[in-house]
């Protein structure tokens, strides 16, 4: 298919999924920009000058990634009339290649969420339906990048993953999603949520159109100071490839660990199935299935719900109405005027689950509670990922100490995990509503229980889907569940192959 046709199904299926609430600002048909940038690529393309892999394509971008030119909400009322004065890097990456901004995703306010419900521009849908035919939930909090590629209203999408926001949604609406090592992605000029954590992630119906993106974006960034130097990717490089010749994927079995303590009772049965199928596939290929433990996995839920919203809590301080954010104009005959503009506009201006982790986040860092909330969650943090240094053949490039040498690998370790992304099929929105309704938030954090480690962590992880359905292969793709592949820190690359292994054989 040309690129202009291909482009011109991208945006007709925009308008004809409206209902689904995937964008917030979707790309308008009448404006006639896209159309000429696209035509601009397929002449270059077609003369053999393409920019790149990406020329002509259009890419949605989460809404709370800046762009130029359209409003960048973060599904949030406190920033509903805001315009970055600038590209986020990651978006001037893909426009620097030919891409084209197919529009901005909805997503849980400031990526606070797993179903992509908390948003001010209404819930998500996903195009699958759930046992009692309502929509089922597209997962959060990139739910709207994860159905607009599900449903063919773009090429590919971004969203932002600080504990499962990419991954999660992906599961649920049978696409893939990919966290890269914390670090490799630029996050200038993205919303900050909860900055230790947070990463930029792609999506797309397939491993090789994220791989794609990725070797776009994949690059030093001088104006975030937590984007990897050109001197530790290069440490990454020579450290990781010089074992990967010993450990070639094509050449060589791989062994893939299998976390048990990710086989908990409540995991639902197609879940269970997929993951099976999974490892069976993998076995038959030749790859040695091992069994792995990862002690800390119980306590990394608790532990993430305690960093995320003490980082939130900081960085949503400066939406006052005086320098950021929205200014909800209130009365000014309180008792201190001040404060009265501050709790309106905050007050106002933030949704329920947002004012839930700000809460959280202040409580936990307040000087009598630091010591047994903070500080202990950091400690889980350092154990979850000695437990995956533990269980990797290959030792964290950026270590101080070496454990083991490129020519003298720590012996019987894995080189991937392979496990759930999720415990369970997506539930439909009516059920999440009522799960809100009643106040237990709770339940829906542990949707995340399998997808935090690796974010506290910082290490790849790829969601692919998988038929969870026994012998016969799913007609409807209502029992697809998302396997994950989780690969040491910087070891990319390793996980996307795998990933394009598992998602390859029609599994
Ligand atoms: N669901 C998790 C949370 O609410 C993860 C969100 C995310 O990765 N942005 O914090």
């Given at each position: 298919?040309?690129?202009?046709?291909?482009?011109?199904?991208?945006?007709?299926?925009?308008?004809?999924?409206?209902?689904?609430?995937?964008?917030?600002?979707?790309?308008?048909?009448?404006?006639?920009?896209?159309?000429?940038?696209?035509?601009?690529?397929?002449?270059?393309?077609?003369?053999?000058?393409?920019?790149?892999?990406?020329?002509?394509?259009?890419?949605?971008?989460?809404?709370?990634?800046?762009?130029?030119?359209?409003?960048?909400?973060?599904?949030?009322?406190?920033?509903?009339?805001?315009?970055?004065?600038?590209?986020?890097?990651?978006?001037?990456?893909?426009?620097?290649?030919?891409?084209?901004?197919?529009?901005?995703?909805?997503?849980?306010?400031?990526?606070?969420?797993?179903?992509?419900?908390?948003?001010?521009?209404?819930?998500?849908?996903?195009?699958?339906?759930?046992?009692?035919?309502?929509?089922?939930?597209?997962?959060?909090?990139?739910?709207?990048?994860?159905?607009?590629?599900?449903?063919?209203?773009?090429?590919?999408?971004?969203?932002?993953?600080?504990?499962?926001?990419?991954?999660?949604?992906?599961?649920?609406?049978?696409?893939?999603?990919?966290k890269p090592s914390y670090g490799l992605l630029s996050r200038w000029g993205v919303i900050a949520y909860a900055n230790s954590l947070d990463t930029v992630g792609i999506m797309a119906k397939g491993t090789?159109?994220?791989?794609?993106?990725?070797?776009?974006?994949?690059?030093?960034?001088?104006?975030?100071?937590?984007?990897?130097?050109?001197?530790?990717?290069?440490?990454?490089?020579?450290?990781?490839?010089?074992?990967?010749?010993?450990?070639?994927?094509?050449?060589?079995?791989?062994?893939?660990?299998?976390?048990?303590?990710?086989?908990?009772?409540?995991?639902?049965?197609?879940?269970?199935?997929?993951?099976?199928?999974?490892?069976?596939?993998?076995?038959?290929?030749?790859?040695?299935?091992?069994?792995?433990?990862?002690?800390?996995?119980?306590?990394?839920?608790?532990?993430?719900?305690?960093?995320?919203?003490?980082?939130?809590?900081?960085?949503?301080?400066?939406?006052?109405?005086?320098?950021?954010?929205?200014?909800?104009?209130?009365?000014?005959?309180?008792?201190?005027?001040?404060?009265?503009?501050?709790?309106?506009?905050?007050?106002?201006?933030?949704?329920?689950?947002?004012?839930?982790?700000?809460?959280?986040?202040?409580?936990?860092?307040?000087?009598?509670?630091?010591?047994?909330?903070?500080?202990?969650?950091?400690?889980?943090?350092?154990?979850?990922?000695?437990?995956?240094?533990?269980?990797?053949?290959?030792?964290?490039?950026?270590?101080?100490?070496?454990?083991?040498?490129?020519?003298?690998?720590?012996?019987?370790?894995?080189?991937?995990?392979?496990?759930?992304?999720?415990?369970?099929?997506?539930?439909?929105?009516?059920?999440?509503?009522?799960?809100?309704?009643?106040?237990?938030?709770?339940?829906?954090y542990v949707n995340d229980v399998f997808t935090v480690p690796a974010s506290l962590a910082g290490l790849p992880a790829i969601s692919v889907p998988v038929s969870g359905k026994g012998e016969v292969e799913?007609?409807?793709?209502?029992?697809?569940?998302?396997?994950?592949?989780?690969?040491?820190?910087?070891?990319?690359?390793?996980?996307?192959?795998?990933?394009?292994?598992?998602?390859?054989?029609?599994?």
């Amino acid at each position: 298919m040309s690129l202009l046709l291909e482009a011109e199904k991208y945006v007709a299926n925009q308008s004809s999924h409206i209902a689904l609430n995937a964008f917030i600002t979707p790309l308008r048909r009448q404006s006639g920009r896209w159309y000429d940038q696209v035509k601009e690529a397929d002449l270059r393309g077609k003369q053999g000058n393409a920019k790149s892999r990406l020329d002509g394509r259009l890419i949605a971008i989460k809404d709370n990634i800046c762009t130029r030119d359209i409003p960048t909400t973060c599904a949030s009322r406190s920033l509903e009339t805001y315009t970055s004065p600038f590209n986020a890097t990651v978006v001037q990456q893909l426009e620097d290649a030919g891409a084209i901004v197919a529009g901005k995703t909805n997503l849980d306010e400031f990526g606070m969420g797993s179903a992509s419900v908390h948003s001010r521009f209404g819930p998500v849908k996903s195009a699958r339906k759930g046992q009692d035919s309502g929509p089922c939930s597209a997962g959060g909090s990139s739910g709207g990048s994860a159905v607009a590629v599900a449903t063919d209203q773009c090429y590919s999408a971004l969203g932002t993953d600080t504990g499962g926001s990419v991954r999660l949604p992906a599961a649920y609406t049978g696409v893939v999603g990919f966290k890269p090592s914390y670090g490799l992605l630029s996050r200038w000029g993205v919303i900050a949520y909860a900055n230790s954590l947070d990463t930029v992630g792609i999506m797309a119906k397939g491993t090789s159109t994220v791989r794609d993106v990725f070797n776009v974006l994949n690059q030093h960034d001088p104006r975030d100071p937590t984007s990897l130097s050109p001197s530790s990717r290069f440490r990454i490089v020579s450290r990781l490839s010089s074992r990967r010749l010993a450990t070639s994927l094509k050449t060589s079995p791989l062994r893939i660990g299998v976390p048990l303590e990710y086989n908990v009772s409540e995991l639902a049965p197609s879940v269970r199935q997929a993951w099976y199928r999974s490892l069976e596939y993998l076995r038959q290929q030749g790859h040695i299935i091992q069994p792995v433990s990862l002690p800390t996995t119980k306590r990394a839920l608790s532990a993430y719900y305690i960093l995320a919203p003490a980082e939130a809590s900081s960085n949503l301080a400066k939406y006052d109405g005086v320098r950021y954010g929205t200014r909800i104009e209130g009365r000014s005959d309180g008792p201190s005027p001040d404060s009265y503009l501050y709790s309106k506009t905050r007050g106002e201006g933030f949704g329920s689950e947002v004012k839930r982790r700000i809460m959280l986040g202040a409580f936990s860092l307040s000087a009598h509670a630091i010591d047994n909330y903070f500080i202990q969650a950091q400690r889980i943090r350092r154990l979850v990922r000695q437990d995956f240094d533990a269980a990797f053949a290959a030792e964290h490039p950026l270590a101080a100490e070496t454990l083991g040498t490129p020519e003298h690998p720590q012996q019987a370790g894995v080189d991937v995990l392979i496990c759930p992304t999720a415990p369970s099929p997506p539930p439909t929105v009516s059920d999440v509503a009522n799960i809100d309704a009643q106040g237990n938030s709770l339940d829906a954090y542990v949707n995340d229980v399998f997808t935090v480690p690796a974010s506290l962590a910082g290490l790849p992880a790829i969601s692919v889907p998988v038929s969870g359905k026994g012998e016969v292969e799913s007609q409807n793709g209502d029992d697809l569940a998302g396997i994950q592949i989780i690969g040491q820190y910087g070891d990319d690359e390793l996980v996307l192959e795998v990933g394009e292994l598992l998602e390859g054989h029609g599994l």
